[in-house]
């Protein structure tokens, strides 16, 4: 029996699946970035006094200038956040969060990185020197591809009386 090019084609066709290339994501560049530009004013509880850790402000949104974008191609390092603390600056940590010291001692802040609007943020890691996964991104690239990202913060106050 002879097999019309035809019918071979489209058994041909039908018999193969859709490909799936490995993808990485990358931001564009390493330019030093204004966090949080003049004139945002987050709301910050103040508390006269504190027997335990408190947390000032939870989820404070701010804008980088110029602004992060990321894009995603070929590759096979993923989609997920991956981060390094730089340990000179670190001052402690809560929950699962880097800790950075401010100009007033005894309040601390964590630093998180998030593609805007989606649901995912990689907080900086509490173990400082090497590369941590911070967020799963669930092989979803387009969380990153060509996306603006955010910053998002926390300030804490340790045990102290103010």
Not at 24 to 51: A, L
Not at 69 to 89: F, K, P, R, W
Not at 142 to 160: C, E, S, T, W
């Amino acid at each position: 029996m002879k097999l019309s090019p035809y019918l071979a084609a489209l058994l041909l066709l039908s018999a193969s699946g859709a490909a799936y290339g490995a993808m990485e994501c990358k931001f564009y560049n390493g330019d030093t970035r204004q966090i949080m530009s003049p004139g945002v004013q987050p709301i910050i509880t103040f508390h006269p006094s504190v027997q335990t850790a408190t947390l000032l402000a939870s989820g404070i949104t701010m804008e980088l200038t110029p602004e992060m974008h990321s894009h995603c191609a070929v590759g096979d390092d993923g989609e997920n956040i991956y981060q390094m603390t730089d340990n000179t600056l670190l001052e402690g940590y809560v929950d699962g969060k880097a800790l950075f010291r401010t100009n007033i001692p005894g309040i601390t802040y964590a630093i998180g990185l998030y593609p805007a609007g989606k649901g995912i943020t990689g907080w900086f890691p509490v173990n400082p020197g090497q590369y941590y996964m911070t967020a799963y991104a669930d092989d979803n690239e387009g969380y990153f591809d060509h996306g603006k990202k955010m910053v998002r913060r926390d300030g804490n106050l340790p045990d102290a009386r103010l």
